[in-house]
């Protein structure tokens, strides 16, 4: 394969969008740090499960919403110097729906929330019987299908607290993977309509694509969002994943794309400098939201939605042993892990923080040097 001069001066150009994203960033990141401290915008939970096998030391003040270091700073670089309405106006929009839901949700729970509480089904159903007020007893019976859908999603997460229910978190998610959907099904054209197989060209899933894109998104979104859970892990693991992304849309010619990956994997690093531990912030849901529903949208743009379970390997296998949690806490009456996810899983086994972060890393990489590799068949 021989490599025009165009085509390598946009891998340099990439290059450089990469530097200039770490340089920006690491000038105003004690700007940010400085705020974070100031406003005490940090962890007011003492949770950390090393406490519980002996450790000393706990999380707990570490400012959160870190991740408006990489949010912030791709944003700003992308509309400046890569806004392309054709390609990259939508992925930014997104993670920065994403972001804004988890700012909210982050601010809530750490900084002006209070508790809220959502009715159980049984208290429902018998307010309906016995409620003096004839117009409530109708409105609770009209409302019953949302009590039930908010009381059910409690499942997939953690019960009310002052933050965003699960509920919301879905709806606003969904929203996300929606706005998406439209957009590389109705305007992006037919050729992202025909996913890329590989080893076996391409298959057309038709409509069928709109629910499959909302679902990436929302899970990739979420995949993310449980694996910041320890100093470094899902910067670092983010920076082997969108350092692939950029090589590979650079590969199949999507240069907006490349310039926005390469931008992210800058920020990215500059972010894991200062989230090494002992951490100087934590990410917090407004990066990790944002930055999984960017991977996942990149991904699909460059017709590479077949390879996110081994580009995003450490992601998925995150989520994954949630989900396994709780159906073996349902389903088995029983927890399969000590803890979910699975990183919280070798910390009570005993692992230091730093040697679970540094082996997910390892193993991360390697899954995700097979998704390139696969990738390209």
């Known amino acids: 394969m021989i490599i025009s001069y165009e ?5 340099r150009t990439a290059i450089l969008y990469a530097l200039c994203s770490a340089f920006f960033a690491f000038l105003w990141a004690p700007l940010l740090a400085k705020f974070l401290y100031k406003y005490k915008i940090q962890r007011h939970n003492d949770f950390d499960p090393t406490l519980a096998i002996g450790g000393s030391t706990s999380k707990k003040g570490t400012p959160i919403m870190g991740g408006l270091l990489v949010i912030i700073t791709v944003a700003l670089i992308t509309f400046f110097f890569n806004w392309d309405r054709s390609y990259t106006w939508m992925p930014i929009g997104a993670m920065l729906l994403a972001s804004v839901l988890g700012g909210l949700d982050d ?39 949302w009590t039930m859908f908010k009381r059910t999603s409690l499942w997939l997460g953690s019960h009310p607290g ?17 706005i998406a959907a439209w957009w590389i099904y109705f ?14 060209g391409f298959i057309d899933f038709g409509w069928l694509l709109i629910p499959i894109i909302i679902l990436v998104v929302m899970l990739t979104a979420n995949a993310v969002n449980f694996t910041d859970g320890m100093d470094g892990l899902a ?22 794309i490349t310039y926005l990956n390469a931008t992210t994997t800058g920020a990215l690093i500059t972010y894991t400098y200062f989230n090494i531990k002992p951490a100087r912030f934590q990410m917090g849901d407004v990066g990790s939201l944002g930055l999984g529903a960017l991977l996942a949208i990149n991904a699909i743009v460059v017709n590479q939605m077949l390879m996110l379970p ?24 029983r927890k399969i892990f000590k803890m979910a996810p699975i990183h919280h899983h070798f910390e009570l086994r005993g692992w230091s923080e730093e040697k679970t972060v540094m082996r997910f890393w390892f193993i991360h990489a390697a899954f995700v040097l097979l998704g390139l590799w696969v990738a390209l068949f």
Do not use: C
């Open 235 to 256: 910067g670092g693991s983010l920076v082997i994943t969108f350092s692939t992304l950029t090589l590979l849309s650079w590969m199949e010619g999507y240069d907006a």
């Open 162 to 178: 002052k933050g965003l229910h699960v509920h919301e978190r879905l709806i606003m998610q969904f929203l996300t993977g929606a």
């Open 107 to 145: 601010i809530l729970n750490n900084v002006i929330g209070r508790k809220r509480r959502i009715r159980k089904i049984r208290h429902v159903l018998r307010l309906i019987r016995v409620h003096k007020d004839w117009k409530q007893r109708i409105w609770l019976t009209l409302t019953l299908p």
């Open 7 to 11: 085509h390598l001066e946009i891998l």
């Open 187 to 200: 305007k992006l054209g037919e050729d992202w309509r025909q996913v890329h197989v590989p080893f076996d």
């Open 310 to 333: 081994l580009l995003g390997f450490i992601f998925y296998v995150e989520i994954a042993t949630v989900i396994i949690q709780i159906a073996g806490r349902y389903v088995l009456g």
